[in-house]
């Protein structure tokens, strides 16, 4: 993994979507688990590159990591549809950064 590969001192690994490292969307148990097993990691950790791998699971069935973003899953329609959604984001990043200056 490229974290530890750069050697951080304390790394909670959760098999988790991009964006969803603290836990599942609304799922607060989730959340304040994963907040527990990272406070935990902290004060006990033996020393650097300490690895802990949360028990959570996004789902019991392994198959999402196959459709996560994979884009040659998705059909024309949906990859444009993500297109014009990113592309409103970017346009609301800018106003949000012009405005802050």
């Not at 991009?18 to 304040?32: E, K």
């Not at 006990?44 to 791998?53: I, N």
């Amino acid at each position: 993994d490229i974290v530890e590969h750069a050697g951080v001192p304390r790394f909670l690994f959760s098999d988790f979507p991009l964006g969803n490292s603290a836990g599942r969307p609304h799922d607060t148990a989730s959340q304040a688990l994963t907040l527990e097993l990272a406070l935990t990691l902290l004060e006990a950790a033996p020393g650097p590159r300490t690895t802990l791998q949360s028990p959570l699971r996004w789902r019991d069935d392994p198959s999402w990591k196959l459709d996560y973003n994979n884009v040659a899953r998705m059909s024309a329609d949906e990859l444009a549809r993500r297109r014009r959604e990113f592309e409103a984001q970017k346009v609301i990043a800018r106003q949000v950064r012009e405005g802050a200056a």
